[in-house]
């Protein structure tokens, strides 16, 4: 009586096909690109701000280290123009707002410490905000970080002083000054011009059309610093005016903003891992799903 020794079919599985396996890469490859599209479109409002930060406090670093190479008498200069500069706005009224070209150019010139067009910085703690302040309200500016509106008084402090600084609101590549809108009276921001930190407490915030500058008057013997922002949201119809008083600063002044850099870094980071780890595990499942409905076939 003879034995068959013929291969069973049922005993192993077979391999998928080369057309299966194209099929199944085409498809992992499909997967993969989709999720990197869609975390990407999620993330890409973070990462820009997050460059922007990066950015920001390597222009803020650039000033600091200019601020410090200044001679003594350099600085002075430049702090006694820029106060010089202030007492002739005095008793001007609008018109200061509307400066000849002679004007212009001996504005740009002054504290121009970096030759960027960087004045100073403004830091706001309550909304993680610490930004360059440059020369003038151009739109390359306001794309990158606040700008000093001209025809306000430089901002070094002083009484009959207002100073002004603009900046947008929601822009996909930077939040800049998003968040004014919850500033609440008494909150407080300051301002760094070479190593001096001037501290100013919220005491008015205004809503206005844009052509309104009342609320930028220079008041007899104040020291004012106002943040502008456009209002509302996605409609930018207004101005938000946010002013502030001059107080003492305190001995220790924290910059929150650091710390925000270092959580959107963290979030990035932990985005791009889990997406890692869901298309790992997606692809690991469906591979073993092929694997299981080939063998399953071969063994019918």
Not at 190 to 219: A, G, W
Request: hydrophobic share 40%; charged share 20%; net charge neutral.
């Amino acid at each position: 009586m003879s034995t068959s020794h013929g291969p069973t079919t049922g005993s192993t599985a077979k391999k998928p096909s080369a057309r299966e396996n194209r099929r199944f890469w085409i498809m992992a490859v499909s997967m993969i690109l989709l999720l990197i599209v869609g975390v990407g479109i999620i993330l890409y409002p973070s990462i820009a701000d997050m460059h922007n930060r990066r950015v920001s406090s390597r222009a803020v670093a650039t000033y600091v280290e200019a601020t410090e190479d200044l001679g003594k008498e350099e600085r002075e200069r430049m702090l006694a123009d820029a106060h010089q500069y202030n007492a002739t706005l005095v008793g001007q009224g609008k018109s200061r707002f509307l400066p000849n070209e002679e004007q212009h150019k001996h504005y740009e010139s002054l504290m121009d410490v970096t030759g960027t067009g960087i004045m100073a910085y403004v830091s706001v703690p309550k909304i993680s905000i610490r930004t360059p302040v440059y020369h003038g309200t151009s739109d390359t500016v306001l794309q990158i970080a606040a700008g000093h509106l001209e025809g306000t008084s430089l901002p070094v402090g002083g009484e009959s002083t207002h100073a002004a600084f603009s900046g947008h609101t929601g822009l996909p590549s930077a939040l800049l000054f998003t968040g004014l809108d919850r500033l609440e009276r008494g909150d407080t921001f300051t301002v760094t011009v070479f190593d001096e930190v001037m501290t100013y407490e919220v005491s008015d915030i205004h809503v206005v059309v844009p052509t309104n500058v009342d609320n930028l008057e220079i008041q007899e013997g104040k020291d004012l610093v106002s943040l502008i922002t456009c209002t509302p949201y996605g409609v930018n119809s207004h101005r938000l005016i946010v002013t502030g008083h001059r107080i003492p600063t305190p001995e220790s002044v924290e910059h929150p903003v650091d710390k925000a850099l270092v959580k959107d870094i963290t979030l990035v980071v932990v985005a791009v891992v889990l997406t890692i780890a869901v298309v790992a595990n997606v692809f690991i499942k469906r591979r073993r799903m092929m694997r299981g409905q080939i063998g399953g076939r071969h063994k019918k």
